[in-house]
C-alpha cells in the first residue's frame, strides 16, 4: 500500500514540477547577491575561467584565482582589479593534489573561507587513442576531474558547517555525448557530470541544502585549445557568450546549464534514436578540428 501512495506522490510532484518550470518561463527567476562572497576559480588565466572572473567582478565579489600561467591569472587579476575587485592571485597546478591542499590553506589564512567555487581548470589532448601519449591522458584526467575532488574536499567542511556556499563543476557537451579523437577528454567529462550529480545527491541527502551546485556543459568555445573547430549544427562559442550564460546560472542557482540552452532537448531527443539513426546524425553534424591522427596533425 504504501509504494502505491509514493507513486501517487511521485506523479504529483512530476507533474507541479512539469507546471513549475512552465510558469518560471514567463516569470524572470529571482538573482541572488554575490557581492562580497568569496569565489575561487581555478584555471583564471584563459578563456571561460578568465572572463567569469571579470563577471564575478563587476558584481563586487572578493576573487581568488588560480592558474598554472603565472602571466594569464596576473593579467586577469589586474584586469578584475580595475572592475573595482579585491583579487587575490596564486599560481596553482591544479593536477598536483598536494600543491591544491597546500594553496588551500593559503588562501583560507591570507583570505578566509570560499563561498562560491567554480572548477573550471581544465586539459584537452586531440588525438586518437593510439596516438594519445600515456601522461597526457593522466593529465587529462588529473586536471579534469580528480582536481575537483581535492579542491572540493578541501573546501567543503566550511561550507557544510555553514551550510552555505555553491559549489560550480564546468563540464562539457562531450560529458553527455561522444565525439572522436577526445576520449580522455570526453571519459573525463563524463566523470565531471556524474560527480556534480552525484554530489549533489548527497548534499542533499545530508540535508545541507543550502550548498548550492551547478554544472556547466557548453559546446565547442573558441578558447584555442582546441584548433579551427567548426560544426553544421552548433555554434562554435565565444567565451564570453559562455561566461555570461555562467554567470546567470549561478545567480540562479540553476543545476545545469546548457549553452546553447536548446542543447538539453537535443540530448534527450538523442536517448531516444537507434544506433544507426544516431550515426547519421554525428555525419550530419560533421564536427570537425585539428588532431592527431596516426602520428599526423589533420583536420577531422
Not at 27 to 43: D, F, H, M, Q, Y
Not at 201 to 226: R, Y
Not at 245 to 262: A, C, H, Q, W
Amino acid at each position: 500500500m504504501n509504494i502505491i501512495l509514493d507513486l501517487l506522490l511521485l506523479l504529483l510532484i512530476i507533474s507541479y514540477s512539469y507546471l513549475e518550470s512552465l510558469v518560471k518561463l514567463f516569470i524572470p527567476r529571482r538573482r541572488k547577491s554575490v557581492a562580497g562572497e568569496i569565489v575561487l576559480i581555478t584555471g583564471a588565466g584563459h578563456g571561460i575561467g578568465r572572463l567569469t572572473a571579470y563577471e564575478f567582478a563587476k558584481r563586487k565579489s572578493r576573487l581568488v584565482l588560480w592558474d598554472i600561467n603565472k602571466p594569464g591569472v596576473e593579467e586577469t587579476a589586474a584586469e578584475c582589479r580595475k572592475l573595482g575587485a579585491t583579487v587575490h592571485a596564486y599560481v596553482v597546478d591544479c593536477s598536483n593534489r598536494e600543491e591544491i591542499y597546500s594553496a588551500v590553506a593559503q588562501v583560507k589564512k591570507e583570505v578566509g573561507d570560499v563561498s562560491i567555487l567554480v572548477n573550471n581548470a581544465g586539459a584537452i589532448y586531440p588525438a586518437d587513442l593510439l596516438s594519445t601519449k600515456d601522461e597526457e591522458i593522466a593529465k587529462t584526467f588529473e586536471v579534469n576531474i580528480l582536481g575537483h575532488f581535492w579542491i572540493t574536499k578541501a573546501l567543503l567542511p566550511s561550507m557544510m558547517q555553514r551550510n552555505y556556499g555553491h559549489i560550480v563543476t564546468v563540464a562539457s557537451v562531450c560529458g553527455h555525448g561522444v565525439i572522436p579523437y577526445l576520449i580522455p577528454y570526453c571519459s573525463s567529462k563524463f566523470a565531471a557530470v556524474g560527480f556534480h550529480r552525484a554530489l549533489t545527491a548527497e548534499l542533499e541527502a545530508l540535508g545541507k541544502t543550502g550548498i548550492k551546485t551547478s554544472c556547466l556543459c557548453p559546446v565547442f568555445v573558441n578558447t584555442g585549445f582546441t584548433k579551427n573547430p567548426s560544426t553544421r549544427l552548433w555554434p562554435v562559442l565565444e567565451t564570453d557568450d559562455v561566461a555570461r550564460s555562467l554567470i546567470d546560472g549561478i545567480l540562479t542557482n540553476k543545476k545545469m546549464i546548457f549553452v546553447p540552452s536548446y542543447l538539453s532537448i537535443s540530448l534527450t531527443l538523442e536517448r531516444f534514436l537507434p544506433e544507426r539513426a544516431l550515426a547519421t546524425l554525428s555525419r550530419i553534424q560533421n564536427i570537425r578540428f585539428e588532431a592527431v591522427v596516426g602520428h599526423k596533425t589533420k583536420t577531422h
